[in-house]
């Protein structure tokens, strides 16, 4: 059985060897390639379905955003990209969520606990029963 894994391990070996690789590639890149650029980062999150009704919601139309994006300086395309990195995941809907869940599950928690409780209750109240009365005559 050793035999046979070390014959095919070599093998594997052989042919790994042996195949045709491409050249690696090495080269430059610049902090704008690496990163993407801000103007980039921002379209990103402006063309996300989420973002886009709620600028619809608010009365503003796809080409007036990107027009707004367009006339931004490089500057503020930097300062607003950094404020997209600072926003939390969630929004709003994180705490929303978290009173929903807590408003929903607290009562059934203590529910739960009142039951248990009770139950416990009886079980410690009711007369252990004895297999000596049967048995006496």
Request: glycine residues 6%.
């Amino acid at each position: 059985m050793k035999a046979r894994t070390r014959r095919f391990a070599a093998y594997a070996l052989i042919v790994s060897l042996a195949s045709p690789l491409p050249p690696a590639r090495a080269g430059m890149l610049s902090t704008d390639a690496a990163l993407g650029s801000e103007r980039e980062r921002i379209i990103a999150v402006l063309k996300r379905e989420d973002v886009r009704a709620q600028l619809l919601a608010y009365g503003v139309d796809e080409a007036q955003v990107s027009a707004r994006v367009d006339a931004l300086t490089d500057d503020e395309a930097a300062l607003l990209a950094a404020k997209l990195d600072t926003l939390p995941a969630g929004g709003r809907g994180d705490a929303l969520a978290i009173a929903v869940a807590v408003v929903l599950f607290l009562p059934v928690v203590l529910l739960v606990g009142a039951l248990a409780l009770v139950v416990a209750a009886i079980k410690n109240s009711t007369p252990a029963t004895t297999h000596e009365a049967g048995t006496r005559r």
